[in-house]
């Protein structure tokens, strides 16, 4: 089995099939799902809610553990908002979030290959990219998003996606491209962050 020393994917079930998710993990040697949804339901997906998606990955000898409470996108704590909308740079400061990022490190150093698991296809519509992964980054875990069969993305080109969409990528003359890549990250963390009222989004 192959085993990427410190490095942690991510993947978003989307419309998929059980057999084309499951396809997907053996293909990336994952061994252990991170579910960071906040609520592990789905209305149109339902063999994704939690009980029978535990079942799926047991059956493949993948190991479960649900981090929605740590690392999901919303929180219980009032203090992560503003004006109804959840902050992810306060939330990423809280003991609980720092706390999810510890577990996810040490399942890394048990040598478990783990994916992220949330919602959203497209990396950068989901919070485990652009608040999950932003942090794990900064302690030196490496990030690799699986897109679909053909395409596993580095953290890397993921975000220079994301600087090319908010035309962010040619304003290296003025800032840093550590300045930048914060901007963007702040800009897209708004246009996606849970909204309390809001109605609830479509899974995409």
Do not use: W
């Given at each position: 089995?192959?085993?990427?020393?410190?490095?942690?994917?991510?993947?978003?079930?989307?419309?998929?099939?059980?057999?084309?998710?499951?396809?997907?993990?053996?293909?990336?040697?994952?061994?252990?799902?991170?579910?960071?949804?906040?609520?592990?339901?789905?209305?149109?997906?339902?063999?994704?809610?939690?009980?029978?998606?535990?079942?799926?990955?047991?059956?493949?000898?993948?190991h479960y553990i649900f981090?929605?409470?740590?690392?999901?996108?919303?929180?219980?704590?009032?203090?992560?908002?503003?004006?109804?909308?959840?902050?992810?740079?306060?939330?990423?400061?809280?003991?609980?979030?720092?706390?999810?990022?510890?577990?996810?490190?040490?399942?890394?150093?048990?040598?478990?290959?783990?994916?992220?698991?949330?919602?959203?296809?497209?990396?950068?519509?989901?919070?485990?990219?652009?608040?999950?992964?932003?942090?794990?980054?900064?302690?030196?875990?490496?990030?690799?998003?699986?897109?679909?069969?053909?395409?596993?993305?580095?953290?890397?080109?993921?975000?220079?996606?994301?600087?090319?969409?908010?035309?962010?990528?040619?304003?290296?003359?003025?800032?840093?491209?550590?300045q930048v890549l914060d901007?963007?990250?702040?800009?897209?963390?708004?246009?996606?962050?849970?909204?309390?009222?809001?109605?609830?989004?479509q899974e995409s």
């Amino acid at each position: 089995m192959v085993h990427l020393l410190n490095t942690v994917h991510t993947i978003g079930h989307s419309n998929r099939t059980v057999a084309d998710f499951l396809a997907l993990l053996r293909a990336n040697s994952i061994t252990a799902i991170a579910d960071v949804r906040s609520q592990p339901y789905s209305k149109l997906y339902p063999h994704f809610c939690r009980a029978p998606l535990e079942f799926s990955l047991c059956t493949e000898g993948i190991h479960y553990i649900f981090l929605g409470k740590e690392l999901g996108a919303r929180s219980d704590d009032p203090a992560c908002y503003e004006d109804n909308t959840i902050r992810y740079d306060r939330l990423a400061k809280t003991p609980l979030f720092q706390q999810g990022l510890d577990r996810i490190q040490a399942g890394l150093a048990r040598d478990f290959n783990i994916a992220i698991l949330c919602a959203e296809k497209e990396p950068l519509h989901c919070h485990r990219t652009i608040m999950v992964s932003r942090r794990l980054v900064e302690r030196g875990v490496a990030v690799k998003h699986i897109v679909d069969e053909t395409n596993v993305e580095d953290h890397q080109q993921t975000m220079a996606r994301l600087l090319q969409s908010l035309s962010l990528d040619s304003m290296h003359l003025f800032k840093t491209s550590t300045q930048v890549l914060d901007m963007a990250y702040e800009l897209q963390g708004e246009l996606i962050a849970y909204r309390k009222d809001e109605p609830e989004r479509q899974e995409s």
